[in-house]
């Protein structure tokens, strides 16, 4: 079992920045990704960055250039740092990770408004 907490949300001004972090405990020897999603209301979950392996990212599209995903030395917490927010980042984070399975974080709330 993994668990996963999540922490950095907020309210934030169009333009500014966020760094969500997200500790994983348990059994986090055989995790080989952990990943940021995130759900606006009313719209389905929708990724936003991956990180396998400690190295490899992918992010999507709307994010590319804005945001960055890293992990701590450890491989146990990873972060998303968010910069140049737009109002359509607004959203609902979820903190991923995968080994066997999937686990999830409980998700913190990012509203970016002036």
């Known amino acids: 079992q993994v668990q996963l907490v999540e922490s950095g949300g907020g309210l934030v001004q169009p333009g500014g920045s966020l760094r969500l972090s997200c500790a994983a405990s348990?059994?986090?020897?055989?995790?080989?990704?952990m990943g940021w999603y995130r759900q606006a209301p009313g719209k389905q979950r929708e990724l936003v960055a991956t990180?396998?392996?400690?190295?490899?990212?992918n992010y999507a599209d709307s994010v590319k250039g804005r945001f960055t995903i890293s992990t701590s030395n450890a491989k146990n917490t990873v972060y998303l740092q968010m910069n140049s927010l737009k109002p359509e980042d607004t959203a609902v984070y979820y903190c991923?990770?995968?080994?066997?399975?999937?686990?999830w974080g409980q998700g913190t709330q990012v509203t970016v408004s002036s």
């Open positions: 991923h990770a995968r080994n066997f399975d999937d686990y």
């Open positions: 348990g059994s986090i020897y055989s995790i080989y990704r």
């Open positions: 990180i396998t392996s400690g190295t490899n990212t």
